[in-house]
């Protein structure tokens, strides 16, 4: 054997109780499990390397399963914000935009429209353009070696509406939907896992639902799944969960609903509601999953808050109505006064909208403050100061979003199809701390302190339950003859490190990490090792 975990209370993944465990791998993955060998008496497994592991949680590793690391993963070979929250496995292209499909047009907006999820790109060489392309990419990482940790691939609505129809808010023609087919057919063909959309940001925003059935068609052709950020999380949230619901049912097409928050005051105490809803829809046969982050506030871009029809025509066309005052004016009462779309049909609170990130150095002093303390500070209005960083940052700014209850946060994790998604962005100076701490939070204040779950069931949360969406045989559990996607864990001081005011900092009690059977994270240190591959899809 490679190594022998020796000694380690193994929550392997299932919800079932856990064990003590003798657990070897060899070849990246898990050869033998022996359990209770040191009350057995009986013969142990013997390795290259014994470790001990008295005291510490072994499980699978986790499974974020909606992650915005679609340029870190090729620009951060340490990538220490996931990869030491025992994460093994990210799920990218989430929003409906990413970077594959493209060509040199659709490329170039992309990046100009998602700058302040992943950065502007001049530090990556996008040799890509299709989705197996970037795939392969994946695969070679850093000189050949690989990534930090395993990546599976959604293919953006949005970014294949951007190929087939451009930016305009209008119905594609059939032979633009016939090229939209195509896209989705040829990525899952490639190894994507499924589909996503960002339904409040354009251009996806702009699709139909006939439109979206359509794509969720082909995408169900091929084992797949539909993953949207849906039409809101405000006014009309109920109302676009149960559009979500139809629209699949109607396709045929499994579902897993992305951050699945119910935010702002006007849904406070509603997540029963949301739950009957999914109940309603699991027991009449509906193949339906969700996942959430373990925080209220939500994080996205300063643009997000606009009206779609601000964004009509991509970054450049927004960028010359918010210089013009009489467009500007427009836009400003549509947000404050009437609820724009972009802000969930609900008028904008500027003292809830905190700048987390800038693209323009200079620009940093409004970093960490809410738009109404820098509006204040300067003694003019929110709107002046919003639109006065639109522009100066190119709408690169991203925010943090204080609108969501505690309660509706712990009664949706508690739900059966349920599992775990940081929705992390890992740009900006003061970034949402769920990009560095989701997965301990979990574990150590919603399981430790606050025993809204047990161990057990956290686990099978963060690990078999996505595996089992994302269709992965091998993964998930820890099993003779699965990968060797390991993470140990002390359950008495497994924490968060991360906050608010210093979210960059890094979890607490978990010392070893393994992907494919090789220490990323050892004795609490990140090593060197680059063991992570794009995860494609599994041939149905």
């Keep these: 054997m490679d190594l022998v975990i020796r000694d380690a209370e193994v929550v392997d993944g299932s919800g079932g109780d856990s064990y003590r465990a003798d657990v070897a791998v060899a070849d990246g993955r898990i050869t033998a499990i022996v359990k209770e060998a040191a009350a057995a008496g009986c013969l142990r497994p013997t390795a290259t390397r014994v470790l001990d592991a008295e005291g510490l949680v072994l499980s699978p590793g986790f499974i974020d399963m909606h992650a915005h690391s679609d340029l870190a993963l090729l620009r951060d070979p340490d990538h220490s914000a996931k990869v030491a929250q025992g994460v093994t496995l990210e799920v990218i292209g989430q929003d409906g935009l990413s970077y594959a499909p493209v060509d040199d047009r659709t490329l170039a907006e992309v990046r100009r429209a998602i700058t302040g999820w992943n950065g502007h790109g001049d530090d990556i060489d996008f040799t890509w353009r299709s989705v197996g392309e970037y795939l392969d990419r994946l695969d070679h990482g850093f000189d050949g070696e690989g990534i930090a940790l395993n990546a599976a ?28 087919r195509q896209l989705v057919a040829e990525g899952m063909r490639e190894g994507a896992v499924g589909l996503s959309s960002g339904l409040t940001y354009t251009p996806g925003m702009y699709a139909k639902d006939a439109e ?11 084992g797949g799944y539909y993953c949207p950020h849906h039409r809101s999380y405000g006014a009309g949230a109920l109302d676009a969960y149960k559009e979500m619901v139809e629209l ?80 500007a004016e427009r836009i400003r009462h549509h947000m404050e006064v009437v609820g724009a779309d972009g802000c969930h049909g609900v008028p ?14 200079a620009l940093a002093p409004y970093v ?28 690169g700014s991203t925010i943090l979003q204080h609108v969501g209850h505690e309660e509706n946060v712990q009664q949706i994790m508690r739900h059966p199809v349920h599992t775990g998604g940081s929705d992390g962005i890992l740009q900006g100076d003061k970034p949402h701390p769920r990009a560095y701490g989701t997965f301990p939070q979990y574990l150590g204040r919603y399981v430790r302190e606050l025993g809204v779950l047990g161990l057990e069931e956290c686990v099978a949360h963060l690990t078999s339950r996505p595996a089992a969406r994302l269709r992965l045989p091998d993964r998930g559990l820890v099993r003779e003859g699965y990968r060797a996607d390991l993470v140990l864990f002390d359950p008495a001081t497994v924490a968060a490190g991360s906050t608010f005011e210093e979210p960059r900092t890094l979890p607490t009690g978990i010392p070893y990490v393994l992907v494919d059977g090789r220490f990323v994270i050892e004795d609490g240190r990140r090593t060197d090792v680059l063991a992570g591959r794009a995860v494609r899809r599994t041939a149905t």
């Excluded at 997540?271 to 969700?290: N, Q, Y």
Aim: aromatic share 6%; glycine share 8%.
């Design 368 to 395: 960490g403050r809410t738009v109404q303390q820098s509006a204040d500070e300067r003694g003019e209005s929110p709107w002046t100061t919003a639109r006065r960083l639109l522009l100066d940052d190119g709408l």
């Design 248 to 327: 699949t049912r109607t396709a045929n097409c499994s579902l897993h609903l992305a951050h699945a928050t119910m935010n702002f005051g006007v849904n406070k105490g509603k997540a029963p509601d949301l739950l009957a809803l999914l109940d309603e829809a699991l027991a009449s046969g509906a193949d339906i999953s969700l996942d959430t982050y373990p925080y209220t506030p939500g994080s996205t871009t300063l643009a997000a808050m606009l009206p779609s029809w601000a964004s009509e025509g991509g970054p450049e066309a927004t960028l010359a109505r918010l210089k013009d005052e009489a467009t």
């Design 348 to 361: 904008i609170e500027w003292d809830t909208i905190e700048i987390s990130g800038v693209s323009n150095p």
């Design 212 to 222: 979206l059935t359509e794509l969720c068609r082909v995408v169900a052709e091929y």
């Design 153 to 180: 691939y959604l293919i953006p609505q949005g970014t294949v509406r951007m190929l087939a129809v451009g930016w305009d808010d209008r119905e594609a023609t059939p032979q633009e939907l016939d090229r939209m």
